[in-house]
């Protein structure tokens, strides 16, 4: 179709327009990719004491604060213990540890960032940053040898799998008290029920013996 004499500038300018923004957009790709490249190679490992995000195995359900107080009666804490909660939430296990009963130093350990920060404000606004530390790691990547107790909310599963480590890494006499959950095969010297506000808890408590039986370190 042959055009009017007054619309070829303006056609001709479109054209060049248009030529114009196609040849910008293999440059902008280009530096889209390349800025992609660059944040790739730039990439670091998680800082120490965390570690790569992925999903929890558990969900995230508080202790009420009636039983937290009495799995650590269960576990008969003192002022030379060193406690570690594995799936610590916010924190309300290790800094009641502290804070009420004086343990000498108070780990949690939490796969979930949001809750280690949760944590962390709490242990602030708490007063006992001293002596309580958060760790944001995967419980079965994590060394928790040093503890005299160890407490757990965890699912029967998971308390299972997590069974060998425990053997492995505690030492004998360690106390260890899980809500609600047992440990399979590995019977508990105690189980206590607790009244919370809205239910009955139940909780285990067991000591690491001298030689685990060989059928439970599997």
Known sequence: ??????FKPIAV??????????????????????????????????PAGQTEQREPDV???????????????????????VLYDLGSGDGRIPITAVEKYGVQKAVGIDINPERIKEA???AKKAGVTDRVQFLNQDLFKSNFSEASVVTLYLLPDINVKLRPQLFKQLKPGTRIVSHDF?????????????????????????VVPEKPPANLQG
Request: glycine share 8%; charged share 15%; aromatic share 6%.
């Open 1 to 6: 179709m042959q055009l009017p004499k007054i």
């Open 13 to 46: 300018g479109a054209i060049a327009l248009s030529m114009g923004i196609i040849g910008c957009t293999p440059q902008t790709g280009t530096n889209a990719q390349t800025q992609s490249d660059t944040a790739q190679t730039t990439q670091t490992a998680p």
């Open 59 to 81: 969900p995230y359900v508080p202790t009420p604060q009636e039983v937290v107080d009495e799995m650590l009666k269960l576990a008969k804490v003192q002022k030379g213990d």
């Open 120 to 122: 962390n404000a709490n």
């Open 182 to 206: 047992d440990m399979g095969e590995w019977k508990p010297e105690r189980t206590v029920q607790v009244q919370g506000p809205n239910r009955t808890h139940t909780l285990y408590y067991w």
